[in-house]
């Protein structure tokens, strides 16, 4: 089984290029959401999806866009890279939203670099 | 504000004697925590959690503790191997659709 896929797994950018990094599962979660990871930092909810066509805002939602127009499919896509945005992205699903018995499934990660 | 806290970014341990990971948080609704394990240059993935109806989770070397009184709960490794040399995360859902991540311990077991 693939689970949580993510591609690509290294990118580097200029400022001010745009990019969409791809997350896709195989394991049919209506919950997908996408977490960057700093030093010291933790990992922090960007933006989250509770099904097809329903996305909404977590912690650190600026110069981030987010669809979802399969189950399956959940991008993230950088309108004008920033070095503030160099980090490591990871995507993660699960087949509930939160509570007891929501534990999250994680690609392994995009690590992308803004100059 | 950090609702949940990781308060010792690393810890070394050796090889056999017991690890024990502490997480703090702020927020009494929180009523479900996991802990998450991370290997360099791959996802976080998951490895016990805790309800809050529940003081102790225990599955295989690792056991979780919780107390609610103190808004404290711990993962004990036992015994610490090679193999268990990662990054561990707390975290707690927060409302119905997200979750909260601690910023994480390195954990280092000493052969």
């Known amino acids: 089984n693939a689970g949580v896929t993510q591609t690509p797994k290294f990118q580097v950018l200029k400022t001010g290029q745009s990019m969409t990094l791809q997350c896709a599962q195989d394991?049919?979660?209506?919950?997908m959401s996408w977490y960057r990871q700093d030093p010291g930092m933790g990992l922090r909810l960007i933006h989250y999806?509770?099904?097809?066509?329903?996305?909404d805002q977590g912690e650190v939602p600026n110069g981030y866009n987010v669809s979802r127009s399969t189950t399956e499919d959940f991008p993230l896509r950088l309108l004008s890279a920033a070095p503030s945005q160099t980090s490591v992205y990871f995507c993660?699903?699960?087949?509930?939203?939160?509570?007891?018995?929501?534990?999250?499934?994680f690609g392994e990660g995009s690590r992308l670099t803004v100059l | 504000d950090q609702q949940v806290k990781q308060n010792s970014p690393s810890l070394s341990v050796q090889e056999g004697r017991i690890s024990i990971l502490n997480c703090d948080y702020t927020?009494?609704?929180?009523?479900?925590f996991l802990w998450y394990k991370k290997y360099p240059a791959e996802g976080p993935t998951f490895l016990i959690s805790?309800?809050?109806?529940?003081d102790k989770n225990e599955d295989g070397r690792f056991t979780v503790f919780l107390n609610k009184s103190a808004k404290h709960l711990s993962l004990h490794i036992v015994p610490s191997q090679p193999g268990d040399s990662a990054v561990y995360f707390c975290?707690?859902?927060?409302?119905?659709?997200?979750?909260?991540f601690g910023t994480g311990t390195r954990l280092k077991v000493l052969a």
């Open positions: 927020n009494s609704m929180f009523d479900y």
């Open positions: 993660a699903s699960s087949y509930s939203a939160g509570g007891s018995g929501g534990e999250l499934f």
């Open positions: 394991m049919n979660h209506e919950y």
């Open positions: 805790i309800s809050s109806i529940k």
């Open positions: 999806s509770v099904g097809a066509g329903i996305t």
């Open positions: 975290a707690a859902p927060s409302g119905t659709y997200k979750y909260i």
